[in-house]
C-alpha cells in the first residue's frame, strides 16, 4: 500500500483543474498513471510545470502523482503548476515568499469568453454586404 501523501493541492487555468499528491521521494511525476514526458511532449510545457519545483530547489525531493482533466494541454501544465506552488508553499513556508514573487501563486482568471448571438464566435461578427 502507498504511502499516504503529505500534502494535496489543487490547481485551476482556464477549463483544466489539476489534483497534486505529493510523497517523499526521488523526483518522479506521474500524470494520470503515465510518465511526465509522455503526457506533455513538448519541452515548453514541460518547463512551465517544473518552474515551482526550480524555484523552490526540490526537483528531487518529492514524487508527485497528478491527475488532471478537463482543458487543452497548455490549460492543464499551467493548473499543475499551480498545484505544485501551492504544495510546495504548504509544506516549506520559507519557500512561499520565492514563489510569491516569481507569481507562481497567482490564479490566471483569462478564460474563453462567451459567444453573444447574431455574431460568429465572442466579437467575430458575419460578414457585411453593403447592397
Do not use: C, W
Not at 503529505?6 to 490547481?11: A, R, V
Amino acid at each position: 500500500m502507498p504511502t499516504a501523501p503529505l500534502t494535496q493541492t489543487t490547481g485551476r487555468r482556464k477549463r483544466s483543474v489539476a489534483r497534486a499528491r505529493f510523497r517523499p521521494g526521488t523526483g518522479v511525476v506521474t500524470v494520470n498513471g503515465r510518465a511526465f514526458d509522455v503526457y506533455f511532449p513538448t519541452p515548453a510545457q514541460r518547463m512551465v510545470v517544473s518552474e515551482p519545483l526550480r524555484v523552490a530547489e526540490r526537483e528531487d525531493t518529492y514524487d508527485i502523482d497528478v491527475t488532471i482533466h478537463g482543458g487543452g494541454v497548455s490549460g492543464q501544465a499551467g493548473a499543475l503548476r499551480m498545484a505544485i506552488a501551492r504544495s510546495l508553499a504548504e509544506i516549506d513556508p520559507e519557500a512561499r515568499t520565492a514563489l510569491k514573487t516569481a507569481g507562481l501563486l497567482t490564479r490566471d482568471p483569462r478564460k474563453k469568453e462567451s459567444k453573444k448571438y447574431g455574431l460568429k464566435k465572442a466579437r467575430k461578427a458575419p460578414q457585411f454586404t453593403k447592397r
